[in-house]
């Protein structure tokens, strides 16, 4: 597995597996069988509701845990409760998590984030990052921190390669991880000429060309899918390169927009709702 060195020097692997909108034994079998077929980077959420079945399938699998990234998100309503960590570590049934991130900018972000140096201080966690932060939502994370932040995970795709915060993060060490890196379910970028064009080319998917599109601008990317034959197609992308003018024209993609669009309902719904994380998926 390729892998992406933090400035903590922690390596992280390039490509995870995604678990949202996955639970029960639907994604503990999944989980299982990525890690049994090369993937080391699995990625989950308070808020995904399924971070006890993510951990039966960490158990379900075999592989060592010190061979397995484990990445989790804090949820805002989670931000100023104590036990929040040790809670989402009872859950995955771990002893530390390789990475956990805020997950939304909302409610007290920065007790949220003080509480994660406090857990990586006791070694429960081994990184600290941030998810859909804005840049001056960063940078008040950056001017206060002790510990600094490796990871930002953002929406992120060749339709959308978030080229600004992008810029920034790369000036502070920050790399950047991308959540639905195949187009937050678009179809349109699956099938566009040019990516079809090197799929062809490179006897590869549109799919798998997209993601080495992901590694090759130095982002990690956490891919989800329900179907085996396509987690083992989203890992197998490191045996051939594109090209700096496949990469220029794959660049003319960019409509500098994202694809997901807050609405007043969801984000009401982020800093109000405790994720129902102690029952059964």
């Not at 592989?63 to 989402?88: G, H, M, Q, S, V």
């Amino acid at each position: 597995m390729n892998t992406i060195q933090l400035s903590n020097g922690i390596l992280i692997p390039a490509i995870g597996f995604g678990t949202i909108g996955q639970f029960g034994k639907q994604v503990e079998d999944n989980v299982a069988f990525a890690l049994k077929n090369g993937y080391q980077l699995i990625d989950t959420a308070n808020r995904y509701t399924n971070e006890k079945s993510v951990g039966r399938g960490i158990k379900k699998s075999g592989i060592d845990r010190k061979e397995i990234f484990i990445e989790t998100k804090l949820a805002p309503t989670f931000y100023e409760t104590n036990d929040a960590i040790d809670k989402t570590l009872e859950r995955l049934d771990v002893e530390y998590a390789d990475l956990m991130l805020l997950h939304h900018p909302l409610n007290n972000y920065i007790e949220g984030y003080q509480m994660m140096e406090k857990a990586y201080k006791e070694g429960k966690i081994k990184a600290l990052g941030l998810s859909n932060f804005k840049i001056e939502q960063i940078q008040e994370i950056l001017d206060i921190c002790e510990i600094k932040p490796v990871i930002m995970q953002v929406e992120c795709h060749p339709y959308y390669p978030a080229e600004h915060v992008k810029d920034f993060c790369d000036q502070n060490g920050i790399i950047l991880q991308s959540w639905y890196p195949l187009g937050h379910g678009n179809k349109d970028l699956l099938n566009e000429d040019i990516i079809n064009a090197l799929a062809q080319k490179y006897h590869k998917s549109a799919s798998q060309i997209i993601l080495k599109w992901h590694t090759q601008m130095g982002f990690s990317a956490v891919p989800g899918s329900k179907s085996e034959n396509h987690i083992l197609e989203n890992i197998d992308v490191f045996d051939f390169t594109l090209t700096d003018d496949e990469m220029k024209q794959i660049d003319t993609l960019n409509r500098h927009q994202p694809l997901y669009k807050v609405s007043e309902k969801s984000q009401h719904m982020l800093v109000t709702t405790i994720p129902d994380v102690d029952g059964e998926e």
